[in-house]
């Protein structure tokens, strides 16, 4: 899907046993073009895909 291509991000969904409280957890790769790391840490600059996933995401989340 061209959508996508741009998403260097996988989400994952778990849920504490002991709360049952559900939690979003974001993998990144390291090696997509807008994550970097330098000296003083690593960063992040999500492609407008990738912040249209999330919110699709969080929308999920909350609703629960």
């Known amino acids: 899907m061209t959508k996508n291509e741009n998403i260097h991000i996988r989400l994952e969904i778990s849920k504490d046993s002991n709360t049952g409280v559900m939690n979003l957890v974001t993998r990144f790769d390291t ?19 990738e912040r249209d996933f999330l919110n699709e995401a969080f929308d999920m989340i909350a609703k629960k």
């Open 31 to 49: 090696n997509a073009p807008n994550f970097t790391k330098d000296e003083t840490g690593f960063r992040w600059f999500p492609t407008l895909e």
